[in-house]
């Protein structure tokens, strides 16, 4: 498996991934019923980098990288996430973490924030907490999840 800068022939396998995660209504605030052109606004902007795992031509996950904020607080990086159902419990979220802290450091990038990690995303919050990230505040009811209802929201953050 290579992880490397997603192109144009992996758009169909990223949108078959973003849509079954966003779907779910669980862990993005992304619109549920999203169509293919949402993954240019919300996985494919001028301002960020899109990653995809490969193994042999088979997308397993992707994730992308951008500036927290403009200007004054472009030296903070901001990242997403989404493996395949199928690749789930392989550690590809894992990987994909571990490189995007490695191409952060690289880009120049002072530390790693997370914006809205849903906290019944215990399996994140786990990985991202084993990865070095902290909880450093939390957002009451800031999440509409499709099964629970309202859930609190956490910003994680790293250092680099």
């Not at 758009?11 to 240019?40: C, E, M």
Request: charged share 20%; proline share 4%; with cysteine.
């Amino acid at each position: 498996m290579v992880i490397r800068i997603a192109n144009t022939s992996d758009h169909d396998q990223i949108w078959d991934i973003y849509r079954n995660v966003v779907s779910a209504g669980d862990t993005y605030a992304f619109p549920p019923d999203a169509n293919k052109g949402d993954l240019s606004t919300y996985w494919f902007t001028p301002s960020m980098k899109t990653y995809v795992a490969d193994e042999g031509g088979k997308i397993l996950g992707t994730y992308f990288m951008k500036p927290n904020q403009p200007g004054l607080g472009a030296h903070i990086a901001n990242c997403g996430y989404m493996v395949s159902p199928e690749a789930r419990n392989r550690g590809i979220g894992k990987l994909l973490c571990k490189h995007s802290l490695e191409e952060a450091k690289a880009m120049g990038f002072k530390g790693m924030q997370f914006n809205y990690v849903v906290s019944t995303n215990k399996v994140a919050i786990a990985l991202w907490e084993k990865l070095g990230f902290r909880i450093i505040g939390t957002t009451p009811g800031g999440f509409r999840h499709s099964r629970l209802g309202f859930v609190d929201t956490h910003i994680m953050y790293k250092a680099l």
